[in-house]
């Protein structure tokens, strides 16, 4: 079945970067559009990125300039490199593949001083 790892999460200072990871697997990854998705407290979902089968991007303003998706179809994984974090992205940031209704754990990312 459809699985989805998301790691890479901690605490940073404002600033600071993190790099997540999502390991996928029950699906023939290279064919998915990738997304990250994240959830901060009383919040809803909402999207930060997604990268194509070819590996065009799109970003959400708000992370647009400080936020990098990438992909490693070999390693079927997904990567956010997130540089310039802000207080406003803390948050529980999810990976999904485009057209799957599912969800990993999530990895926990807090930007605080």
């Known amino acids: 079945q459809v699985q989805l790892v998301e790691s890479g999460g901690g605490l940073v200072q404002p600033g600071g970067s993190l790099r997540l990871s999502c390991a996928a697997s029950g699906f023939t990854f290279s064919m998915y559009v990738m997304r990250w998705y994240r959830q901060a407290p009383g919040k809803e979902r909402e999207f930060v990125a997604r990268i194509g089968i070819g590996g065009s991007t799109y970003y959400a303003d708000s992370v647009k300039g400080r936020f990098t998706i990438s992909r490693d179809n070999g390693k079927n994984a997904v990567y956010l490199q997130m540089n310039s974090l802000k207080s406003e992205d803390t948050a529980v940031y999810y990976c999904?593949?485009?057209?799957?209704?599912?969800w990993g754990q999530g990895t926990q990312v807090t930007v605080s001083s």
């Open positions: 999904n593949a485009m057209g799957k209704d599912t």
